[in-house]
Nanobody, 124 residues
């Protein structure tokens, strides 16, 4: 059973930065594709970014391209999401999710494991 724990959320001013971490345990991390999703109040959970298990492929939703960077450190069983130039519309609970497959997909139903989430609040 894979367990995921997010950290790094908090309160930041618009234009600021945060780095989220997703630490995994209980599985072969190098064989997990990791995705970041977010959910704002009253909205559906949406895909933000993902990285394949080899880190050879990364994907971003259009609204965060050029501002967010995903990376992974397989030696530390951790995936990071560096978020720069944060906007009010980025405010949400951010979740990391894992799937036992090589490809990054934006469909949340295709992910097998989820963390509890970390709150990102952006003040304007």
């Amino acid at each position: 059973q894979v367990q995921l724990v997010e950290s790094g959320g908090g309160l930041v001013q618009a234009g600021g930065s945060l780095r989220l971490s997703c630490a995994a345990s209980g599985g072969t991390f190098s064989r997990l594709t990791i995705g970041w999703f977010r959910q704002a109040p009253g909205k559906e959970r949406e895909f933000v970014s993902g990285v394949s298990w080899s880190a050879g492929f990364t994907y971003y939703t259009g609204s965060v391209k050029g501002r967010f960077t995903i990376s992974r450190d397989n030696a530390k069983n951790t995936v990071y999401l560096q978020m720069n130039s944060l906007k009010a519309e980025d405010m949400a609970v951010y979740y990391c999710a894992a799937r036992r497959a090589a490809s990054v997909l934006s469909n949340r139903q295709l992910y097998d494991y989820w963390g509890q989430g970390t709150q990102v609040t952006v003040s304007s």
